[in-house]
T-cell receptor
Framework: DTEVTQTPKHLVMGMTNKKSLKCEQH?????MYWYKQKAKKPPELMFV???????INESVPSRFSPECPNSSLLNLHLHALQPEDSALYLC??????????????FGSGTRLTVV | DAKTTQPPSMDCAEGRAANLPCNHS???????VYWYRQIHSQGPQYIIH???NNETNEMASLIITEDRKSSTLILPHATLRDTAVYYC???????????FGKGTTLSVSS
């Protein structure tokens, strides 16, 4: 299995809702990442997990809460989001921190709309 | 990480070679050049990387100048499916997370 799987593919949520995005990989990668991408912009790094520990938080608002329950799974818990948080949320993984010989493997993303 | 400069857009005819340039004049000795692409509504995809030698794989070739201040990604026979945003990123291999610049939008037409 050489994929990063993200669910759901699409999500519409109200500003008072609580929802979670899920990311899964079975490549034995020990680093996992969340990115946010607005339309016609490059992906922006949000969080980095290395060996299941949070190692980078790019000053992301607390309404986004990451969780790494095990080495294969990465969640992003969402609460009290704003319409401007609507974006494509991308998950990625790599064998270790850094690019290595094969770069990152990205999922196809979750398209989030906050209403 | 060193900064990169890429043209915002390029066009290419189907079947022709697409040559995508990238300037990285402040690259450090231990930094690699990585290329990714992002097809519309998909996640970015790793293409190729190199340090100082030219590299080739099944997807593309990477030509790095001798002074390492610039590089060119070559898609030898572009197809319509190669239409995407191409990102050139300079980074070390250990520890530094991937940070994307604006990239080049390549449009391949028949």
């Amino acid at each position: 299995d050489t994929e990063v799987t993200q669910t759901p593919k699409h999500l519409v949520m109200g500003m008072t809702n609580k929802k979670s995005l899920k990311c899964e990989q079975h490549m034995g990668h020990r680093a996992m990442y969340w990115y946010k991408q607005k339309a016609k912009k490059p992906p922006e790094l949000m969080f980095v997990y290395s060996y299941e520990k949070l190692s980078i938080n790019e000053s992301v608002p607390s309404r986004f809460s990451p969780e790494c329950p095990n080495s294969s799974l990465l969640n992003l818990h969402l609460h009290a989001l704003q319409p401007e948080d609507s974006a494509l949320y991308l998950c990625a993984s790599s064998p270790n921190r850094g690019q290595g010989d094969y770069g990152y493997t990205f999922g196809s993303g979750t398209r989030l709309t906050v209403v | 990480d060193a900064k990169t400069t890429q043209p915002p857009s390029m066009d290419c005819a189907e079947g022709r070679a697409a040559n995508l340039p990238c300037n990285h004049s402040t690259i450090s000795g231990n930094e690699y050049v990585y290329w990714y692409r992002q097809i519309h509504s998909q996640g970015p995809q790793y293409i190729i990387h190199g340090l100082k030698n030219n590299e080739t794989n099944e997807m593309a070739s990477l030509i790095i100048t001798e002074d390492r201040k610039s590089s060119t990604l070559i898609l030898p026979h572009a197809t319509l499916r190669d239409t995407a945003v191409y990102y050139c990123i300079v980074t070390n291999q250990a520890g530094t997370a991937l940070i994307f610049g604006k990239g080049t939008t390549l449009s391949v037409s028949s």
